[in-house]
Structure formats: C-alpha cells, structure tokens
T-cell receptor, first 112, second 112 residues
Framework: DTEVTQTPKHLVMGMTNKKSLKCEQH?????MYWYKQKAKKPPELMFV???????INESVPSRFSPECPNSSLLNLHLHALQPEDSALYLC???????????FGPGTRLTVT | GQQLNQSPQSMFIQEGEDVSMNCTSS?????WLWYKQDPGEGPVLLIA?????ELTSNGRLTAQFGITRKDSFLNISASIPSDVGIYFC????????????FGPGTSLSVIP
C-alpha cells in the first residue's frame, strides 16, 4: 500500500468555525508532513513530525494546530481562519531521513 | 535562503514531441527530486537523484543531477496527452534533514 489518504476532499468553513483535516498512511513511514499550496504555486512546508513528535514548525500561525496521535495518523486542527488561508492542504509521509515524500491528494479548503 | 528556479515557466508542445525542462539554484543540493502534479491532486514523485552526474530514467522520463550540484534536468520523450500537468523540481541541501525545497514549477500542455 503506497497510498496517503486525506479527508475531507473539500471543506468550506466560516472564520469562526473549528474544523480538522485528517491524513492517514499505512506504509510504516515515521515522518509526516503538512504543506499548504496556493494556486499555481509550489507546496509550502508547514509542519514536520518525526516519530510522532513535532520536529519542524515553519512559523505557522497558531490558528493551525497539528497533531500526530499515532504513527499512521496526522491531523491539522483549524480555528478562526482567515480567507487568505484558503488553499490546498497536502499531507505527505516518508521514512525518517529518506528524501522521497509521498503526497496525499489534498484537502481543498475555502474560508468564507 | 535557498531558492530554486525552473525554466521554462510554461510550455505548449505537440503530442509526440520531446520535452526538456531544467531547475537551477545558486546553492549546492545533495538530492534532487522531480514531481508531477495533476490538477486537484497531490504531487507524485517521478524520479529521485542522489549523486552529481547521475542520470536516471523512469519510462519515457530521464533526469540528470548536474555535475555542479546546482542544477538538474528532466526530459520527457514522445509526449502524450496525459503528460499534461505541473512539474516541480525539489532539492535537499545540507541545512535541514527533513526539509524539501520546491521550485516554482513548469506547466506543460500537450496539444493532441
């Protein structure tokens, strides 16, 4: 199984809502990533987890809160977002120390 | 910080033609990756390069790790309509174990 799954595929939320994005992989990877991607731009790294611990936070605003409850799951909790946070949110996974990251299909988030 | 440049920014080619695109940096990278992203999907890893001068193929795709370690090239032979998408190069340097830096992408359109 070489698949990274993400739910939901699409999400529309108001600026006062709280929602969560979910990511799952069963490849035994112990590194997982959240990226944000705006239209026609490359993915921008947000967070990296290694062995279920946060290892990199790219100065992401606190309205984005990541969580890695176990080695297969990665969540991104969203609260009080702004319209400019609308984007495609991508999850990826890899073996720790490996360069090849495998991406999920993304969640298209719209903040109204 | 480290930045990657890709050229061309976009290209329109006839089906059956060969395609060349490149990725350059002012910094040295130890690993080069090439990803393809279809609309509404996550990036898919095409080729990974680990040594300066390395030439690697994956079907109709061939990529090379530049000898200066500051560039990489991707060639697609005999293009077909499903080659349409955005091609991102990505590099890993020495500064961070887990951080991949993406180029801005080359958008490829194939005219049947």
């Amino acid at each position: 199984d070489t698949e990274v799954t993400q739910t939901p595929k699409h999400l529309v939320m108001g600026m006062t809502n709280k929602k969560s994005l979910k990511c799952e992989q069963h490849m035994g990877h112990r590194a997982m990533y959240w990226y944000k991607q705006k239209a026609k731009k490359p993915p921008e790294l947000m967070f990296v987890y290694s062995y279920e611990k946060l290892s990199i936070n790219e100065s992401v605003p606190s309205r984005f809160s990541p969580e890695c409850p176990n080695s297969s799951l990665l969540n991104l909790h969203l609260h009080a977002l702004q319209p400019e946070d609308s984007a495609l949110y991508l999850c990826a996974s890899s073996r720790v120390g490996a360069y090849e990251q495998y991406f999920g299909p993304g969640t298209r988030l719209t903040v109204t | 910080g480290q930045q990657l440049n890709q050229s061309p920014q976009s290209m329109f080619i006839q089906e059956g033609e060969d395609v060349s695109m490149n990725c350059t940096s002012s910094s040295i990278f130890n690993t080069w990756l090439w990803y393809k992203q279809d609309p509404g999907e996550g990036p898919v890893l095409l080729i990974a390069l680990y040594k300066a001068g390395e030439l690697t193929s994956n079907g109709r795709l061939t990529a090379q790790f530049g000898i200066t370690r500051k560039d990489s090239f991707l060639n697609i032979s005999a293009s077909i309509p499903s080659d349409v998408g955005i091609y991102f190069c990505a590099g890993l340097g020495r500064t961070s174990y887990d951080k991949v830096i993406f180029g801005p992408g080359t958008s490829l359109s194939v005219i049947p």
